[in-house]
């Protein structure tokens, strides 16, 4: 059996003539008490198996400063156990004793017990019993033995109504009841409630309680009884919950979970509750009520109710319209964007009339766009045409395939244009044009200008004597190949930083007659040669002026 003592001194006390070091951690307290060879004022022993006192003879002048005493978790069964602790420790404040196994009643049985409390008046401020099963009768006598009692904790200890049970002290200021089979608020207040003259805080969270006490009855709740928490309890009504305004000195409420506010949203509960409840100051344990939110509360109380039938609405209806007028209901306005825009989509001819969603990307509208004309999204320009900014600056071309359509801002009547990338092809007027050499010139040359080797002559014709290389030529220029071997001159092209040298005399003749020099031409992807910068004469024109009618003569 292990003792309150031994737990004591394993925990605080100093262990000496240990025969080996294990290195464990070990309780320090820098408290004055602790240095003078003395205990901390504050122990806790939690989940230590404690079922008895034990001798403090040889430890009573180290244990009798302790002011807090916390023994959850522990094995104590028998009330003089609690009585030796009582009484042992003189300058006991606080006791904690939940979760143990205090289920038997205090009465003339426990001669121990009364002999140790017998004309004692003990200086306990607050006693915590939750989880132990203890009767209404236990309570009221531990109570009668302690004067100073601030707070007691009878939460989760099976307690039902307490019927004739009195329990009567003129400085509890806080009592507990949560978790507990109570069903009647009225015998709570008739029995504990009003014979409490200091009582200012009382829980009955997650009790069974269905009524709260009539008006008549409230008149012996002391004004002092400013808190109330009666959250998770079975009241179903906006009609009990109207009597509250009638406590006398009730400013703090806690009313959560219960069956009656599961249709409202948290907003509407709030609000309700606010409204219906003109003395309530603090609602849930949230910020004082301001005066701005009480009085929106109220505006919206009176539009809740102007729909609903007059033999709906409640008395505190009136009162608010004769504070605030009868108000007109507010008008819904709904400023959430567009998610989804009608829009137009052109490509060459065809023109398709979409909804589509403005929170895709740039990439992904391309792939629902290739669905429609057929346009793999790598060979795909697309065109945004604002309705207003197009007139000024021109269409946008959208090239960032992750950003979102919405930083566009388009909305409905705007419109698109998929266009093709263009195609790379050989200009024309260049010598690739006209000739196709395929392998390696011979390394002899050419024989003479005349000669004309074809492909499939006979393995003893001439140019079968030569190397394996074929070459193709148009007739066109088989004339113009000259006897000597000639470098061929460049179609235009120098690569960075090289120039083609200019022979004198001939400037003029090369740029009218040469056909091996030819001038860089432009290349212009949107069809039209003469047009050297093609953004600059609005492309997409057409398309404008299709949509946009009004922008011809602009």
């Not at 009692?149 to 009592?175: A, I, M, V």
Request: net charge negative.
């Amino acid at each position: 059996m292990v003792s309150l003592k031994e737990s004591v001194d394993e925990k605080y006390g100093e262990k000496e003539n240990e025969s080996e070091d294990f290195g464990f951690i070990v309780f320090v307290s820098c408290s004055p008490e602790a240095k003078r060879g003395m205990f901390p004022p504050m122990i806790t022993l939690n989940d230590y198996n404690i079922e008895c006192f034990g001798d403090f003879s040889d430890l009573s002048s180290k244990v009798r400063h302790i002011r807090e005493l916390d023994l959850t978790d522990n094995l104590l069964s028998d009330w003089a156990e609690v009585a030796e602790i009582l009484s042992s420790f003189k300058s006991l404040t606080f006791l904690n004793l939940s979760n143990n196994l205090l289920n038997e009643p205090i009465d003339s049985n426990n001669n121990q017990a009364n002999e140790k409390l017998d004309n004692v008046s003990l200086p306990m401020n607050k006693l915590v019993l939750n989880g132990n099963n203890v009767n209404w009768s236990t309570v009221v006598y531990l109570v009668r033995k302690m004067p100073k009692l601030d707070e007691l904790h009878l939460s989760t200890n099976n307690l039902g109504d307490p019927g004739n049970t009195t329990l009567q002290h003129n400085n509890l200021r806080q009592l507990y009841l949560s978790c507990n089979p109570i069903n009647d608020f009225c015998s709570v207040s008739m029995n504990l409630i009003s014979n409490c003259s200091s009582l200012e805080f009382i829980s009955l969270a997650e009790c069974p309680v269905v009524q709260l006490p009539e008006v008549d009855d409230l008149q012996n709740v002391p004004t002092c009884l400013h808190s109330l928490n009666i959250s998770t309890t079975k009241i179903n009504s906006w009609t009990e919950v109207e009597k509250l305004r009638k406590f006398p000195g009730l400013n703090d409420l806690r009313i959560q979970g219960c069956p009656f506010l599961d249709e409202y949203t948290a907003h509407e509960k709030r609000m309700m509750l606010i409204a219906r409840l003109p003395n309530v100051k603090v609602l849930n344990g949230g910020d004082q009520i301001t005066t701005t939110e009480r009085e929106d509360s109220e505006r919206a109380f009176i539009r809740h109710f102007l729909d609903k039938p007059e033999i709906q609405r409640p008395s505190r209806f009136d009162e608010l319209v004769d504070v605030h007028g009868l108000l007109d209901p507010l008008v819904n306005i709904d400023l959430s964007p567009d998610m989804n825009i009608k829009v137009s989509i052109y490509h060459k001819d065809e023109c398709r009339e979409e909804s589509i969603s403005v929170m895709q990307s740039v990439k992904q509208f391309k792939q629902l766009l290739q669905g429609y004309f057929n346009v793999a999204p790598a060979n795909m320009r697309l065109w945004y045409y604002d309705q207003e900014m197009t007139k000024i600056a021109g269409p946008e071309e959208m090239k960032f395939a992750n950003k979102e359509l919405y930083t566009y801002n388009v909305i409905d009547g705007d419109y698109f244009v998929v266009d093709e990338k263009a195609q790379l092809r050989v200009l024309t007027g260049s010598p690739r044009a006209h000739s196709m050499v395929i392998g390696s010139l011979s390394p002899s040359g050419y024989s003479n200008s005349n000669s004309r080797c074809n492909f499939g002559t006979s393995p003893t014709s001439p140019c079968s004597k030569s190397t394996n290389s074929r070459i193709r030529r148009k007739s066109s220029e088989s004339s113009n190949l000259s006897n000597t071997r000639t470098r061929r001159k460049s179609s235009g092209r120098t690569s960075p930083g090289r120039t083609i040298p200019t022979p004198v005399g001939r400037k003029a003749s090369l740029s009218s007659s040469s056909p091996s020099v030819k001038t860089p031409v432009a290349r212009n992807l949107f069809g039209n040669s003469n047009v050297r910068n093609p953004v600059d004469q609005h492309y997409g024109e057409f398309f404008h002026s299709k949509v946009f009618p009004d922008g011809n003569n602009e």
